[in-house]
């Protein structure tokens, strides 16, 4: 099943829940009345005179038939062994009764289990998608304002057509390439050459884009990598200053910690003011320790310390917070390379990641850092911040698009947990869902 196919399913599973309710208990409400019913007319035969039952007899024939019961009574009290008989064949019967219903018990029991873990399933899947609907709507407000004044002009499909298309996509932030892949895909769609209604044009070209975009993440790494059991997982944060990378150390750490792991912070940002005691505070929330340096320190020693004390002292996760730095700054990029050699002669097959965190409202900005980092370090991922700021929830599409790296982690909110991990299908889902019918 395709990601356009998943995201007409999740649209036409979301029913209102009122309708659902009102329809069980109308349900409910019909059998109560059925049985209620069903039970006022037995009693109702059961209270009726036995001369209106059977139609009405003379005396004579009275007589008869008390005589024939009378004889009916006497054989029943000479036959005490079949009457024994009987009772135990009924104590039996219960027996039985009683062990089919233990058993119909049980059965319904694990019944009952197994739909209540369906339900805690259903209910997290509806909790990560209603963090993905309210983050990602002021996107979806944005798309659905661009989408909505380009096809307010829309008579035909023609050249002029087309070019109002790539201008609202990259004003998306789509990406100017991949504008123009979807227009040039576009103009061999031969759904779009027939449709003449505007919602018809709009749901064939989100399809184009949610096929595209799929194609392009065919064989991508979204999974986080950990060194094998008992070793040390270093992970390396890199970006420009104010993107987020402090903040996000912090929530991942909050949340590793809370999912059993011993995590250790670097504050390795020795450039910034104000960084280390940030990263501290981080970890006072998280009760995770942090190694830290002299204001003005050389990042590199600190990173030397850190790793020694993770590895030495057996922790799960090593975090190590970077400078901010800007991609074309040869100073600073040769002061990672160093930093990186330093990891990988204590712990040889680290850092396990570098993950490139990026500010979703830098838009276009955002695309060229990540093509600078990647050039010059080897990102493993990135980590897209602040997308509940942004409008322009098209960045995603590029990225994957032009730059072929995987977002691993998108940030909603300032809390730890609207720090989630990337699901495209949610993503896709909270993107479009109001604009295709």
């Known amino acids: 099943m395709g990601l356009f196919d998943i995201f007409r399913k999740?649209?036409?599973?979301?029913?209102?829940?009122?309708?659902?309710?009102?329809?069980?208990?109308?349900?409910?409400?019909?059998?109560?009345?059925?049985?209620?019913?069903?039970?006022?007319?037995?009693?109702?035969?059961?209270?009726?005179?036995?001369m209106e039952q059977v139609g009405l007899v003379d005396e004579r024939e009275a007589d008869e038939w008390s005589k024939a019961l009378d004889k009916k009574s006497e054989a029943i009290h000479d036959l005490p062994e079949s009457e024994s008989e009987s009772e135990s064949e009924s104590e039996s019967e219960s027996e039985s009764e009683s062990e089919s219903e233990s058993e119909s018990e049980s059965e319904s029991e694990s019944e009952s289990e197994s739909e209540s873990e369906s339900e805690s399933e259903d209910e997290?899947?509806?909790?990560?998608?209603?963090?993905?609907?309210?983050?990602?709507?002021?996107?979806?407000?944005?798309?659905?304002?661009?989408?909505?004044?380009?096809?307010?002009?829309?008579?035909?499909?023609?050249?002029?057509?087309?070019?109002?298309?790539?201008?609202?996509?990259?004003?998306?932030?789509?990406?100017?390439?991949m504008a123009i892949k979807i227009s040039d895909e576009l103009r061999e769609e031969v759904k779009l050459a027939n449709a003449k209604r505007k919602e018809d044009v709009r749901d064939v070209i989100i399809k184009k884009m949610v096929d595209l975009y799929e194609a392009d993440g065919v064989n991508e790494d979204t999974q986080m990598h950990f060194a094998p059991n008992g070793s040390t997982t270093v992970i390396l944060f890199v970006g420009v200053n104010g993107v987020g990378k402090t903040t996000t150390i912090g929530k991942l750490a909050s949340k590793y910690q809370q999912a059993g792991k011993s995590v250790?912070?670097?504050?390795?940002?020795?450039?910034?003011?104000?960084?280390?005691?940030?990263?501290?505070?981080?970890?006072?929330?998280?009760?995770?320790?942090?190694v830290a340096g002299k204001e003005k320190a050389d990042p590199a020693s600190v990173v030397f310390e850190a790793v020694a004390k993770a590895r030495d002292e057996h922790y799960d996760i090593l975090f190590v917070d970077t400078a901010g730095r800007l991609q074309n700054n040869?100073?600073?990029?040769?002061?990672?390379?160093?930093?990186?050699?330093?990891?990988?002669?204590?712990?040889?097959?680290?850092?396990?990641?570098?993950?490139?965190?990026?500010?979703?409202?830098?838009?276009?900005?955002?695309?060229?850092?990540?093509?600078?980092?990647?050039?010059?370090?080897?990102?493993?991922?990135?980590?897209?911040?602040?997308?509940?700021?942004?409008?322009?929830?098209?960045?995603?599409?590029?990225?994957?698009?032009?730059?072929?790296?995987?977002?691993?982690?998108?940030?909603?909110?300032?809390?730890?947990?609207?720090?989630?991990?990337?699901?495209p299908e949610e993503f896709v889902y909270g993107l479009f869902k109001e604009l295709v019918s």
């Open 330 to 423: 040869v100073n600073l990029m040769q002061e990672l390379e160093k930093m990186k050699r330093i990891i990988q002669r204590e712990i040889p097959d680290a850092p396990h990641e570098v993950l490139l965190v990026l500010d979703a409202t830098t838009g276009q900005n955002a695309l060229q850092q990540a093509k600078l980092f990647k050039d010059s370090s080897d990102v493993t991922g990135i980590v897209l911040t602040k997308m509940d700021g942004t409008a322009k929830g098209g960045i995603v599409f590029a990225i994957r698009n032009e730059m072929h790296l995987p977002v691993k982690w998108i940030g909603f909110g300032e809390k730890a947990s609207d720090l989630r991990e990337f699901k």
């Open 10 to 50: 999740k649209k036409n599973n979301v029913e209102p829940e009122s309708t659902t309710n009102s329809e069980s208990l109308s349900e409910s409400q019909f059998e109560t009345l059925s049985q209620s019913n069903s039970e006022t007319t037995t009693s109702s035969a059961l209270t009726q005179p036995v």
């Open 124 to 177: 997290i899947e509806r909790n990560e998608q209603q963090v993905y609907d309210e983050g990602l709507k002021k996107s979806r407000t944005g798309f659905a304002e661009r989408f909505n004044r380009f096809l307010a002009n829309f008579r035909t499909v023609d050249e002029d057509f087309f070019e109002d298309l790539e201008e609202t996509l990259v004003g998306a932030d789509v990406g100017f390439d």
């Open 264 to 290: 250790l912070l670097a504050a390795a940002d020795t450039f910034r003011a104000g960084a280390t005691k940030q990263l501290q505070e981080w970890g006072e929330r998280a009760n995770v320790p942090v």
